[in-house]
């Protein structure tokens, strides 16, 4: 069910499929990651499937094949961020930019999930509510179809959660580890606004989330029942529920997985009708039921800006986050530093640009056999595929 008329822009982006390498095990224990252990690899003249062996991190070790799937990532990714925005020439290079980091990207993540692991971080039951979300989200009706739709696009089920596990790790590793330690006063955040108000202007706007109950495809003996069930959500709303969580598990709109939340909204980018109701509302006010030409919508003001310089309570939080992104960057460099002045980590002769450098060189690097294996091909999954404009 579509968002209510909003630009198409405004609209959320469908779930990106996580790209966190996975891990299988090679004859001798090697831990092979990621496109290793599904690219199709070189044969030797015995019938041997051979890997480049690039880096090694630790007791793990990061392959060509790896490499060149982390490289065209890179490459897709900075053309979605680039469509509409950037000349061939800035496209170009935001493509290199960011296939001259994939190896360092790579060595950051392996070190990562590692540092998770000595830490003992349990994420089991943030995969199950990934997956969930992930299922709610593509109106899936349990997690055996949700399986059947992965491995429909030539996608192992359990490589597709082992890339959840892994990022669900990292994320926990980086939260603790760093940014724990990065605290933003109030006085500092009022000092930024008051040094940096004429920022803080904008246009008469409102921030919306919305729950919607689809009536597409239903006759019209049907309408009645849906408009009584949107009720029963605006009820449990009023009666002290949470929206958002409401959203995530019951709502059939586009937006369900981000809990309703449809983005800011000035004059004239709504449908009049519902510019007229929403631009009268006050915080966290909600509209009745509202039925549309897609079903019946309920929607909330999450904020409702004035015209002008806006006051410090309505930016406060924009500034804080800023400022954590200000200071995450440099301390999360910092943290990756110390992680690989701490691990083994060697770059194979031609790669240590690339790399961000390690503790050595490796300087032959024989091919590692692994046992044949004839893997499908891994068709680009669109269910769960890269978003076009998407941490």
């Known amino acids: 069910m579509a968002a209510p008329e909003p630009e198409e822009e405004k609209k959320a982006a469908p779930v990106k499929k996580p790209e966190t390498p996975t891990a299988t095990t090679a004859p001798g224990g090697t831990k092979v990651t990621g496109a290793a252990a599904t690219t199709t690899k070189p044969m030797t003249a015995e019938g041997k499937m051979v890997e480049e062996i690039v880096a090694r991190v630790n007791n793990e070790i990061i392959t060509s094949s790896e490499l060149d799937k982390a490289r065209a990532s890179a490459e897709e990714d900075a053309r979605q961020e680039c469509t509409g925005k950037c000349t061939p020439q800035q496209l170009q290079a935001a493509v290199e930019e960011r296939?001259?980091?994939?190896?360092?990207?790579l060595i950051d993540q392996s070190l990562l999930e590692q540092r998770g692991k000595?830490?003992?971080?349990?994420?089991?039951?943030?995969?199950?509510?990934?997956l969930d979300q992930i299922r709610i989200g593509n109106n899936l009706k349990?997690?055996?179809?949700?399986?059947?739709?992965?491995s429909a696009q030539g996608l192992n089920w359990e490589d597709f959660?082992?890339?959840?596990?892994?990022?669900i790790l990292t994320q926990q590793v980086i939260s603790r580890e760093v940014g724990s330690h990065i605290t933003i006063g109030h006085g500092e955040a009022l000092k930024v606004y008051n040094e940096h108000k004429t920022e803080f202007v904008k246009a008469e706007e409102v921030a919306l989330r919305a729950f919607e109950v689809s009536t597409e495809g239903k006759t019209e003996a049907e309408i009645p029942e849906l408009k009584k069930k949107a009720e029963s959500y605006l009820k449990r709303i009023n009666d002290g529920e949470d929206f958002s969580v409401l959203a995530k598990r019951f709502s059939d709109?586009?937006?369900?997985?981000?809990?309703?939340?449809?983005?800011?909204?000035?004059?004239?980018?709504?449908?009049?009708?519902?510019?007229?109701?929403?631009?009268?509302?006050?915080?966290?006010?909600?509209?009745?039921?509202?039925?549309?030409?897609?079903?019946?919508l309920i929607l909330q003001?999450?904020?409702?800006?004035?015209?002008?310089?806006?006051?410090?309570?309505?930016?406060?939080?924009?500034i804080m986050e800023h400022l954590y992104s200000q200071r995450m960057?440099?301390?999360?460099?910092?943290?990756?530093?110390t992680l690989r002045e701490q691990s083994y980590v060697v770059i194979k002769p031609g790669y240590q640009e690339m790399a961000g450098g390690g503790n050595s060189e490796i300087e032959e690097v024989s091919a590692t056999p692994e046992t044949t294996k004839e893997k499908k091909h891994h068709k680009k999954y669109l269910l769960f595929g890269k978003s076009s404009g998407s941490k």
């Open 142 to 150: 349990d997690m055996d179809e949700l399986e059947k739709a992965v």
């Open 99 to 105: 296939q001259k980091s994939a190896l360092r990207d």
């Open 118 to 130: 000595d830490l003992a971080l349990s994420v089991e039951t943030d995969v199950v509510k990934q």
């Open 161 to 167: 959660k082992n890339n959840i596990r892994n990022k």
């Open 253 to 296: 709109g586009k937006t369900a997985q981000q809990g309703g939340y449809l983005g800011e909204y000035k004059r004239g980018e709504l449908a009049k009708e519902l510019e007229d109701k929403v631009f009268a509302m006050k915080k966290n006010e909600m509209t009745g039921v509202i039925e549309t030409k897609q079903g019946f």
């Open 301 to 318: 003001v999450l904020e409702h800006y004035t015209e002008g310089v806006q006051p410090y309570d309505k930016v406060e939080n924009d």
């Open 329 to 337: 960057e440099p301390a999360l460099r910092e943290y990756l530093k």
